[in-house]
């Protein structure tokens, strides 16, 4: 499954970025695979590579996917599959963060704009997620915004871009205290739209839809900082 070379091109930073992407989720829990001090293999990312796509399509297949729009998967016990022909850097980090959030919620049933937002969030830099969030608010701002409860379910705007703008919204502006007890809700299979409640007092989905419609149109892209 060309392991080595994965890793190579990840220049062997998979234990920092999981520590990275672990403290920004608030996930204090996570543990980080160590050769020597913790050789215990199920703390170990595992990555599988698919050079041709007859196998890549049977593997995807098997799990549920499209094997024609499918770059990657995350598979769970830190395992994750590739097509080799998109075998990108950011591509495997961002199936890293799925791994790492899907952990931290223990297999949490959540929309796919959620995961999605998630993983972004993880990967980008604020200064790097300023194009995507300012997509998703011009749209907003047009009138021409995809409401959360789409069942456009394949849509990159829909998933990607509003999906960032969403964490961004309930992490950044709602704060990170919040944000780590709407995890640790999920962890605890409290539900999606019971933990937005408890925890953030959005009734439903569409409140929040309502909410962070409102939130594209007042904020200034501008001013996003932080890491």
């Not at 024609?68 to 395992?79: E, K, P, V």
């Not at 297999?107 to 972004?120: K, L, M, T, V, Y």
């Not at 709602?174 to 605890?188: I, Q, S, T």
Request: glycine letters at 6%; aromatic letters at 16%.
């Amino acid at each position: 499954h060309n392991e080595g070379i994965i890793r190579s091109r990840l220049k062997d930073k998979v234990g920092d970025y999981c520590k990275t992407v672990a403290d920004k989720l608030g996930y204090k829990e996570f543990k980080v695979y160590d050769k020597s001090a913790s050789p215990d293999w199920d703390l170990k990312f595992k990555f599988y590579s698919y050079g041709d796509f007859v196998t890549w399509k049977k593997a995807a297949q098997a799990r549920g996917f499209n094997p024609n729009n499918l770059m990657a998967f995350a598979a769970g016990n830190r395992r994750v599959f590739f097509y080799e022909l998109y075998m990108k850097t950011d591509v495997i980090y961002h199936e890293i963060a799925h791994e790492i959030y899907r952990e931290l919620t223990e297999g949490a049933n959540i929309p796919r704009w959620w995961s999605e937002g998630i993983a972004q969030y993880a990967l980008l830099t604020t200064g790097e997620a300023r194009r995507d969030i300012s997509n998703s608010r011009f749209r907003a701002m047009n009138k021409q915004h995809i409401s959360l409860l789409s069942a456009d379910t394949d849509s990159y705007e829909h998933n990607y871009e509003d999906g960032l703008s969403v964490v961004y919204f309930l992490a950044r502006d709602k704060g990170k205290d919040k944000f780590k007890e709407f995890n640790y809700n999920l962890r605890k299979g409290k539900g999606f739209e019971n933990s937005l409640s408890q925890v953030y007092g959005f009734e439903s989905i569409n409140a929040l839809d309502r909410a962070w419609v409102e939130y594209l149109k007042k904020m200034d892209v501008k001013d996003m900082v932080g890491e």
